[in-house]
């Protein structure tokens, strides 16, 4: 099965490369498509995201990249709430596979139903919500809630200040077990 990993605001890095290795090969689909974020700071790769289509867009890289095949998709952050709006979509095959890290902004779309076998990891720790408040409008046969206790934003990425080793190795030998078995 192919693995998409849909990337946060500042896009692929070598340190989330690196961090992914042991799942094989991944295909990157970014916010910024076939561009980077450069020097960019947060909030402005957030208004230029959100200028170039937002996560509508972004939902739609995900869908070509996906092509109406079965895949496994892991999202993170911006690219986890993009991935939700995916898997809601006629595009979605249901017999793929999702993975989505503190998508904080899915909170806006609990209407949206994925079509495949979803877990939504959030860090109990958020600056703008609290994700525990979701669980119950989350949780779905198709939509497992998972509260990653005591992690903050951003504990899944290497090249953030809240980025956990121990919990993320944990997390990828739990990718790499469910990839082997979905294969």
């Not at 340190?15 to 020097?39: D, H, K, Y």
Request: charged content about 15%.
């Amino acid at each position: 099965m192919k693995l998409i990993v849909a990337t946060d605001i500042h896009g692929p890095n070598s340190a989330l490369c690196a961090l992914l290795q042991n799942l094989g090969t991944v295909e990157m689909v970014s916010p910024w498509g076939n561009s980077g974020v450069g020097s960019m700071s947060e909030p402005e790769a957030v208004a230029q995201f959100l200028a170039r289509g937002g996560v509508k867009e972004y939902a739609q890289r995900i869908a070509e990249s996906a092509q109406g095949q079965a895949a496994m998709i892991l999202g993170f952050s911006v690219g986890a709430t993009s991935a939700w709006h995916y898997l809601a979509s006629a595009e979605c095959h249901s017999n793929s596979l999702a993975v989505l890290y503190y998508g904080s902004r899915i909170r806006d779309a609990l209407q949206l139903v994925p079509r495949c076998q979803t877990h939504l990891v959030f860090a109990e720790h958020e600056v703008s919500f609290s994700p525990i408040d979701l669980k119950e409008q989350l949780a779905s046969e198709q939509t497992e809630f998972i509260l990653a206790t005591g992690k903050h934003h951003g504990f899944m990425n290497p090249m953030h200040p809240q980025f956990d080793s121990a919990y993320a190795k944990q997390q990828i030998a739990w990718l790499s077990q469910m990839r082997a078995t979905y294969a």
